[in-house]
């Protein structure tokens, strides 16, 4: 059974990157057939799609955060990145890595890590 294990920063100031990272155990992610999404959950907001990264390596972002998004991955460790630049307090949030079958469509994915708290503040 795959599992996803997000890690993160806890508290970045504003305009500084966030780095955070999801180690993936399990399963390959290389693995035909899925995308491995990064969604975040603000407080008092619902799911946000931010972006994913198919098994090819070639990475999709969300338009209104695409100007501020990195995702890559190391597949010799199995492991994904997520860079968020230029942060700033609405960036806090509740941070997850997820596995789905549309990398867009937040319903397809059907493992999740348990997420990590990502807040911004000085």
Not at 53 to 79: V, W
Not at 92 to 111: F, K, M, P, Q
Request: one cysteine or more; glycine letters at 10%.
């Amino acid at each position: 059974q795959v599992q996803l294990q997000e890690s993160g920063p806890g508290l970045v100031k504003p305009s500084q990157t966030a780095s955070l990272t999801c180690t993936v155990s399990g399963d390959s992610i290389t693995k035909a057939g899925y995308y491995w999404s990064w969604i975040r959950q603000r407080p008092g907001k619902g799911l946000e799609w931010m972006g994913a990264i198919d098994t090819s390596g070639s990475p999709y972002y969300s338009p209104s955060l695409k100007s501020r998004t990195s995702i890559f991955r190391d597949a010799s460790k199995n492991r994904l990145t997520l860079q968020l630049r230029s942060a700033t307090p609405e960036d806090t949030a509740v941070y997850y890595c997820a596995r789905g079958l549309y990398g867009h469509v937040i319903n397809s994915h059907g493992d999740w890590g348990q997420g990590t708290q990502v807040t911004v503040s000085s």
